[in-house]
């Protein structure tokens, strides 16, 4: 049993179930502070365990980090990112129409606002705030390798869209958004072209149904999340479904499949030469 991921996962899944900690402690008849602490990765008993297991509605075996997890909050699945990421040294990944970890800060500060017009909810924004701040900080302090696949038809949709798809936001918000998007694939053809050691991108121009994933590979491990939700979701939507696993038969079969996509995609000089032109027809200048 690793105590640590024991609780990272803890955190992860009482984000998922919508409960504050004072109540989750509460009603499992421990302080918060022992609540956290088991978060923390102190020692926990097996009847404890079994006791939050009934209470976040997951298998104690889920909990143990036996199995496969599952998340229908952005939030919680963020934060289990996070927290894989926090042990990866290579990230494979098909993905959004940005690799999250390099966006700009003007993407979070679009991304933020336009979070707070759709709720009340403090808390919520800033615990997102907080865990995809963690997430970029990680990354800039450990810089894994990372290899990106991008969709070409999810640029095309983004820059015609925005940051913050499907969220609603006045007229002056959504101009900055549409403006914020066609900058960030400005920033990923300077990286294309720059070629900075550690970080590749590609563009996969045919294809546009294939599941959004990554692939994290630790010292000890490769960790495999399937991901319905873009970085720009809402926290809090429940629009799908994420899993994530170490299964050997689950890693292998999507590593063989982002392998193959990887030798199709476009690269280099063609890549960026192809979201040049994405940009110039859909980008807002």
């Not at 926090?86 to 993407?107: F, G, N």
Request: aromatic content about 6%; glycine content about 6%.
């Amino acid at each position: 049993m690793r105590l640590g991921e024991i609780g990272q996962q803890l955190r992860a899944f009482r984000l998922e179930s919508g409960m504050r900690a004072d109540e989750i402690a509460a009603r499992l008849g421990v302080s918060r502070a022992a609540l956290y602490r088991y978060e923390k990765g102190e020692v926990i008993k097996l009847d404890t365990v079994q006791r939050l297991a009934e209470l976040l509605k997951v298998s104690p075996l889920t909990l143990l980090g036996i199995g496969v997890e599952y998340y229908s909050r952005p939030l919680s699945f963020f934060e289990r990112v996070r927290q894989m990421e926090e042990a990866a040294d290579q990230i494979l990944q098909i993905a959004d129409p940005v690799a999250y970890l390099v966006t700009s800060d003007v993407y979070d500060s679009v991304l933020t606002r336009a979070i707070a017009e759709q709720t009340d909810d403090q808390q919520l924004v800033e615990q997102h705030v907080a865990i995809m701040a963690s997430r970029k900080e990680l990354y800039r302090q450990r810089r894994p390798t990372m290899i990106t696949m991008l969709s070409e038809a999810a640029v095309e949709r983004f820059l015609v869209r925005g940051v913050g798809e499907g969220m609603a936001m006045d007229e002056s918000l959504q101009t900055e958004a549409r403006r914020v998007a066609a900058q960030e694939i400005a920033n990923i053809i300077e990286m294309i072209e720059a070629e900075p050691i550690g970080l590749q991108f590609s563009l996969l121009g045919d294809v546009d149904s294939s599941t959004n994933c990554m692939l994290l590979r630790g010292r000890e491990r490769m960790m495999l999340a399937i991901n319905p939700f873009r970085c720009d979701a809402f926290p809090a939507a429940t629009t799908g479904v994420s899993l994530v696993t170490s299964a050997p038969e689950a890693v292998n079969a999507h590593q063989r499949v982002i392998e193959v996509l990887w030798k199709e995609s476009l690269k280099g000089r063609e890549a960026a030469e192809r979201l040049r032109d994405l940009l110039a027809r859909h980008g807002l200048r």
